[in-house]
């Protein structure tokens, strides 16, 4: 009976959306994330208490469409993020990613348990005496999301990319044979800036098609800041030329693919 019920709920879903429940078709979706659950315990343990960030457009929409794509709760993830500090030993980095010009800025709301929130405000004004510079509820939220989801805040050194396994193993083993992976994506970059490298249309994957392949980091990915710089203005006319999100990540996970070729299946 246990393995019956996605499938189940995938049934109910279709049978919702025709009966025009649009809205209890996705409370229905939702539920049956992997971590979909949390949703209901969530519900039934805590106080929410509603937070209102002001982010830079494409940071609120990268965030949200890894979100979907990994199948992660963003709510869920900010109470990581608050459990994280509370357990010690982990201050987010000082926030990085700016406004960039022409950039619109958007409210990205998150539900967060009171309880959580209250503990970690009280910690605010020591973190960032220890720190040396300010942490904010805002900074431990989206620099936590960034890190799980992969999505370059430019906090940290290394640029973070959330690859499908085989291929995250399929790039290691050619850094392994020798293959410079930074100095790859730099000079695809000054291509696609010089217009004489056209990226392909980025992949899409059936949902449901990698079922059971976990996502997992690319770490060490050390690019220069104008080169980390580049992917984030070269993102939003790609987006538009592919008519889909088309993120840093995205564009470095095409130009690894493009030039190192993909696992065998």
Known sequence: MAGMIRP???????VLKDAGRHDLASAVEALNKPRGYLLLQRTEDMTPRQLSLTVPLPLKQELESTAREMDQVLDSLADDAYRKV?????????WQRSKRPGHKTAVFQVTVDKALHGQVQELLPRLTEEAGYRVT???????HMCDELGVDSGADAAMPLVLWEPLRD????ARDSGADLEAIVSERVRELLDGSWEMPSPSRVEKGARHGVRQVKLS???LKADVREALHELAPALSERFGVLVTPG???RVILTDRLGEPAE
Do not use: D, K, Y
């Open 250 to 252: 995205t564009i470095v």
């Open 86 to 94: 509370l357990a010690g030993g982990w201050v987010p980095p000082r």
């Open 137 to 143: 509820q805002s900074s431990i939220i989206l620099a």
């Open 8 to 14: 189940n709920l995938v049934e109910a879903v279709t």
């Open 220 to 222: 060490g990915l050390f």
């Open 170 to 173: 399929h790039f290691v083993a």
